[in-house]
C-alpha cells in the first residue's frame, strides 16, 4: 500500500509531464528585443530599394540527414511526387550581416569544432548524438573561425529557432552577446522538446539571457508581425511560427539586393519549390505550411528577393 501511495503521484507526474511535454530551454528570458513593431506594407514599400547591409552566407558545415525529416513525406504534394526517404546532403549555415553603424550580428551560428570533438561535454547525450550522425558532418569554416575573420567584435545573435543545429555555434560564442529570439520560442511546451532540453540548455548555458522580438499584428494581415530591427528599414524580422512556435525569417536590404532567410520554415530547395513543410520535427504543420505560403507570396511580389533556405541554398 505504502508503495502505491508514492509511486502513484510519481507516475501521474511522469504522465503529466508526457502530456505536457516542455519547453525547448529554460534558459532565462531577459528584457524585450530591439527593434520596433512595423508592418507588411512598410517593409514591403523599401524592399525594391538598395539596402546598407553587407551580410555573407557561411556555409559552415556539410551534413546529411533523413529526408523525412527535411521535408513533410506525408503531404500530398510529396506523396504524389513519389517522394521517398533517403539520406539527403544539407549545410549548417551561419550568416554575417555587417551594419554600417550597428556592426556584426550572425543569424543562426553555424558549428563549432567544439561540438563535434566533445559533444558529451557540451551537453549532447548519446541518443542525441546518435540521431544527429555527428559522423556525418563534415565542418568547412567553424564558427570560432568565423567569428575570428570578421572586422570588429559580435554585437548580437539573431536566431531563426532554437533547434540544435542552429544554436551548434554558440560554445563559441561570447558570454556577453545578446541572443534574441521569436515570441513564445523558449516558452511554448510540446512533448518534442523533453529529447532536445537538456541539450539546448548546456548549449547556452552562462551565455546571456533571451530576448525576444516585440512583435505586433500585421495591419496587413500578411504575416503575423513584422519586427524594424535597427528601426532604419534595412533588416526586418518576420514571425513566421510554425516549424517551432517562435520561428523568425529575415528579410534583409543588402548593398546587393534583397535577401530572405527563410531559417527552417522551408529546409530545402524541393520544399520551396514545391511549397511543402519541414517534416518530422516541425511543430505544428498547418502552421508552418501557412508561414512558408506567406513567404513565397512576398518573395512573387518582389521577384528580385534572393531565397537562402534554412538548410540549403
Ligand atoms: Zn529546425
Redesign the pocket.
Known sequence: MKTNHITLPILSCALVLLLQGCTLTSHPLGKPAIGKPSSSAEMERLIDQPGPIQLETINSADWSESLADLVNLKSPVAIQAELRDRDEPIQIYAHLLKHPQRGNYLVDTGMSRKLVDDPGKEGLNWAIQKVMHLEKLHINKSTAEILQGMDGKLSGVFFT?L?I??ISGMPDIQNDVPLYIGASESTETNFKNMFVRGASDQLLKDKQSLQEWRFQPDPQNKFEGIIDVFEDGSVFAISVPG??PGSVAFLIRTTLGPVLLTG?TCITRWGWEHTVEPGD?TADHERNLKSLKSLKELVASHPQIEVRL?HQL
Open positions: 529557432h533547434h543545429d542552429h516549424h517551432t527552417d520535427f534554412g
